[in-house]
């Protein structure tokens, strides 16, 4: 049971609606609606009562969330008995997405303009040692001035803990973040042998929020955590991140070769 990565379950789920609406010759406009979904979820050695009860071990809370799950105890110099860290895992991921483009054709430009808005919802239980992680050393068996005399797994025996950790969620954390994009490009074709590709992308990442006021930020300016004297508790940032990226290139088109075929 050394280091047990443990066995996990994942869904995926995707919806896509789109219409495209020809206004005239030169023009079109594309909508599209898109929700994608994906779970996953993650177990190792799973004990059949808490596990204060079932090891006997006093102590553990056991009103966190996995409090069921078998504790790492890290002996040194042996292989430890438990899963790795964060094994214990069930996330649940949701992207909404809005998309809009009008396409317009006049003269010699393919011109292109539209809107890209995304709403991005994690919600996520993962605490790397639900029901703690116990260290044993040689600490508490060493004989008094004689070098490398103790056992760490004669600790184990013993109960003689050197150190002890535990990561304690009581409830999902459940982060937003709204992503807006709008851009325009053009198609240029200068001459029959020459086409230049040019366009603005314009991004715009709101202040992320936790649905449920569970997250906070350090404000280095007042020293004081985000939520407190006034701070809005909900917004995990302060301000909106903004990101403007242009782009321009050009295909060059040979004339073909001509070519001459004799027959007789």
Same mark, same amino acid.
């Given at each position: ?23 005239? +010759? ?42 069921? +799950? ?25 992207? =909404? ?93 200068? =001459? ?18 936790? +649905? ?49 075929? +004799?027959?007789?």
């Amino acid at each position: 049971m050394g280091n047990v990565t443990g066995l996990s379950r994942t869904l995926g789920q995707q919806y896509v609606a789109n219409e495209t609406h020809s206004f005239n +010759a030169r023009t079109v406009n594309e909508a599209r609606f898109g929700y994608t979904r994906r779970a996953l979820g993650g177990a190792g050695v799973v004990l059949p009562g808490s596990a204060s009860e079932t090891l006997g071990i006093p102590g553990i809370p056991s009103n966190a969330a996995f409090n069921s +799950a078998l504790p790492v105890f890290a002996i040194s110099g042996i292989t430890q008995l438990g899963q790795s860290p964060s094994t214990f895992s069930s996330f649940s991921t949701n992207v =909404t997405q809005v998309f809009d483009m009008v396409s317009r054709v006049q003269g010699k430009h393919a011109i292109k303009a539209g809107v890209d808005l995304r709403w991005e919802h994690l919600d996520a239980v993962q605490p790397p040692n639900p029901t703690g992680n116990f260290s044993f050393s040689t600490l508490f068996t060493n004989q008094g001035g004689v070098t490398n005399s103790g056992s760490s797994l004669a600790s184990f025996l013993l109960g003689q803990v050197n150190t002890f950790s535990i990561d304690l969620q009581n409830s999902t954390i459940r982060p937003r973040a709204h992503i807006a994009e709008f851009f325009v490009q053009d198609d240029w074709k200068v =001459t029959p042998r020459l086409t230049v590709n040019a366009g603005l992308r314009w991004t715009l990442n709101f202040p992320s929020t936790e +649905a449920h006021n569970q997250g906070a930020v350090f404000n280095l300016q007042t020293q004081k955590y985000q939520g407190q004297d006034g701070f809005p508790a909900r917004r995990a940032s302060f301000t909106t991140a903004t990101s403007v990226h242009g782009w321009a290139s050009a295909i060059w088109q040979p004339q073909k070769p001509s070519s001459a075929r +004799a027959t007789g």
